[in-house]
């Protein structure tokens, strides 16, 4: 079977990508060491762990030199701001959401490069709606996931014999957005999120698409239903 790596398999929408992948692939779950992630390793057959902090690059590369070819590599793994306005956002909070948002996904990238291009293989970023259209109290996040899309844009260009996709989707009903709705003091409802199976169905569907294509990018919009 090929492998997949998917940062942040621990929780939320990584998890949901690794049930996906899973009858399809021997999967690397990323995320700092957890319990977790530990028992989904055990759930999913053929799956073990890539257990790191992703902005310790020593321990990145460490982690990476045990793989000599990878077929996917999903940079999943997130965080969101604090919704503040730029005039309140303090130099730590941008460093903060640029480093595991935008550089540590451009360092594990370089890392894996070699083992990517022994397979000819696939990269799928998940970026976000914020990283087509920032919206106010969003700056630090939403340059974050533009910045990714710059990573991405640039990648496809530069080693044209692997597969890059962005994904954007809108709010998807996850521990991160009941975080982010309880900042903006609304309801939850999750019904108005898209679900995190949804989501990690759209990533199936562009690993699985046949060699011939290349599914650049894809957008998913809640409707509601
Ligand atoms: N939720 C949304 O509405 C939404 C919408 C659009 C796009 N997205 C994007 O979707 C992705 C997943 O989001 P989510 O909602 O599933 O978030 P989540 O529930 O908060 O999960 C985040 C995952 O990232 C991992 N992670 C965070 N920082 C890390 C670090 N420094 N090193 C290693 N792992 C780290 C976490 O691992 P630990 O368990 O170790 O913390 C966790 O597995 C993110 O890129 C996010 O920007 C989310």
Redesign the pocket.
């Known amino acids: 079977m090929p492998t997949a790596l998917i940062?942040?398999?621990?929780?939320?929408?990584?998890?949901h990508i690794a049930r996906a992948l899973a009858p399809t692939h021997d999967l690397l779950l990323?995320?700092?060491?957890?319990a977790?992630?530990d028992a989904l390793a055990i759930e999913l057959e053929g799956a073990s762990t890539f257990a790191?902090?992703?902005?310790d690059y020593d321990e990145v590369e460490a982690a990476a030199e045990a793989i000599s070819s990878l077929d996917v590599l999903v940079?999943?793994?997130?965080?969101?701001s604090s919704l503040e306005t730029v005039e309140m956002t303090p130099v730590d909070e941008w460093r903060r959401l640029l480093?595991?948002?935008l550089i540590?996904a451009a360092e594990l990238t370089r890392v894996l490069l070699p083992a990517l291009r022994a397979a000819s293989g696939h990269l799928v970023f998940?970026?976000?709606?914020?990283g087509r259209r920032a919206n106010a109290g969003w700056a630090p996040?939403a340059a974050s996931?533009f910045g990714l899309k710059a990573l991405a844009d640039a990648l496809r260009l530069e080693e044209p014999t692997l597969r890059v996709t962005s994904i954007?989707?809108?709010?998807?009903?996850?521990?991160?957005?009941q975080?982010?709705v309880a900042i903006e003091g609304r309801e939850y409802r999750p019904e108005n999120?898209?679900k995190?199976s949804t989501?990690a169905a759209a990533v199936a569907h562009a690993v699985l698409t046949p060699a011939d294509a290349s599914p650049e990018e894809i957008v998913l919009r809640p409707t509601g239903r």
């Open positions: 940062t942040g398999a621990s929780r939320g929408l990584g998890e990323g995320g700092r060491p957890s977790e992630l790191v902090e992703l902005t940079h999943n793994a997130g965080i969101a480093e595991v948002n540590a998940i970026n976000s709606g914020a996040y996931k954007f989707p809108g709010r998807i009903d996850t521990e991160m957005q975080d982010i999120f898209l995190p989501v």
